[in-house]
Each structure stands twice: as C-alpha cells, then as structure tokens.
C-alpha cells in the first residue's frame, strides 16, 4: 500500500458493525413478569389448598382476596427494604471512594492504571488513560464505582418504584385466580384454568429475556404452577378430612 492510499484509510471513518442484543438484564420486563408469577402461583394453591379442606366458595374468595392483599403488601415493603439497603450501602460505599479520592488522588489513579494493567493494558498506556479520566473528580468517581464496586452512581435502583411495581405485579397475578369467583362463579375449576392460561403467558413472556421459545417457557411454568396448585389442593383435603 502506497503511503497515499495508507492516509487516506487512516483518515477514513472506521466502519462500527451495527447489531442489536436483546436485554439481558430483563429491565422492567423480567421484575413485572416474576411478581405476577409469584402472586399466580401463590395465590392458586392458597386458594386450591383452601377448597381441598371442602369449603364454601365465599370462604375461598375470601381466601383469595386475603392472599392478594397480605401477598402483595408483603411483597412491597421486602422489596423496599431489600433495595433501600442495598441503596445505602452503595451510597456509603461511594462516600468512602469520594473521601478516598479527595484526599489520596494519586493512589487512586495508580490503583485506577493497576485495573486496566491487569486487563492488558501495557502499565505506560494505562496510566495515561487513568490520569485523563481521573481529571474530572465526578467522572473518577463514577470509574472507580464502575470498576470496583460494578454500580453506575448515576442509576441506582428506588426503593419506591421498586415497592410499587412489586406490589402491582403481585396483586394482577393474585387476582387471576380470584376474579372468576368476583364474576359470579361458585367453583374451582375456572379460576383454576384462568390461573394456567396466566402462568402459561407469564411464562412466554420471560422467553423474552432468555434463549428458550415462548412454548417452552409458558408450557413449563404452566406445569410448576399446576403441580404447586395440585400438590396443595391434596394437602387440604387431607387436613380437611383429619380436621373434620
């Protein structure tokens, strides 16, 4: 190649292959699918266990309604703790990497350098690139959260979203099984189909963030929430008949 033709391609716009990857952290779509499954499952062998014993259908309603209710607010506030913990923890893990940068930047930025050292970067070219970042105190700050503690500062779960998207995808899957009773119906079997046809749906829609087909997906969770709605349904008429 002619040192011309060498310019002209060093000076032409590198060609970045286009591709798009599914989301592999499930975003809103896997948190919202999995709490409706859990209220699915729960709720349909709280209330099968609960006609196992031989009950009145307004008792099982009313077991239904309990189970959305208790399910649900439970659901909410362990989510709220759980993520509002992991919160502070990270913000009180930044507030020492803020203090730490503050008062030894020149440790930092070797410790910065010794990271992309360890990933095969050459020392000299590694440093130079830690000492650029490290310029803006903000942005080495959200380096050093990146590369030590793997969060960005900048998007860090809410407690409140967290409890009330828990709480909503909870109560819609809980009142599947319930909602046939509330429409007139006075016995088990269509909340128990209504139930499956959710769970099988559910289960097609995690598909979307894994490598399985949606039948398989669907036709696999169906089949877990039935053995859960049947297993539970045998346990209650057994304590049922024992009781009585």
């Known amino acids: 190649m002619t040192s011309a033709a060498a310019e002209k391609a060093a000076a032409a716009p590198y060609h970045v292959p ?4 599914r989301d ?3 975003g809103w779509l896997r948190p919202a699918v999995f709490g409706a499954m859990d209220g699915l499952v729960s709720n349909l062998a ?3 266990g ?3 014993g031989d009950v009145s259908s307004r008792t099982i309603v009313v077991t239904g309604l309990a189970g959305l209710a208790a399910g649900a607010f439970s659901m909410a506030a362990g989510e709220y703790t759980s993520v509002a913990s992991q919160r502070e923890l990270v913000q009180a893990e930044l507030d020492i990497e803020r203090i730490e940068l503050d008062r030894h930047p020149e440790d930092e930025l070797r410790e910065l350098a010794a990271l992309y050292v360890a990933r ?4 000299k070219l590694a440093h130079e690139v830690a000492r650029q970042l490290s310029a803006d105190p903000e942005q080495a700050l959200e380096i050093h959260a990146r590369e030590e503690l793997g969060v960005d500062p900048g998007d860090l779960p809410s407690p409140l979203v967290a409890a009330g998207s828990s709480f909503v995808s909870f109560a819609l899957g ?3 099984p319930v909602l046939p009773y509330l429409l007139g119906a006075d016995v ?3 909340a128990v189909l209504l139930a499956l046809v959710g769970l099988f749906g559910c289960g097609a829609a995690v598909a979307r963030v894994t490598a399985r087909s949606w039948w398989y997906s669907g036709l696999r969770q169906l089949v877990l929430g039935a053995a859960a709605g049947g297993v539970t349904f045998v346990l209650g008429a057994l304590i049922g008949t024992a009781v009585g």
């Open 18 to 21: 286009h591709h798009v990857h």
């Open 24 to 26: 592999v952290t499930g």
């Open 50 to 52: 609960v006609a196992g």
């Open 46 to 48: 709280l209330m099968t």
């Open 120 to 123: 095969g970067v050459e020392p």
């Open 174 to 176: 809980a009142l599947l």
């Open 188 to 190: 088990l079997w269509p």
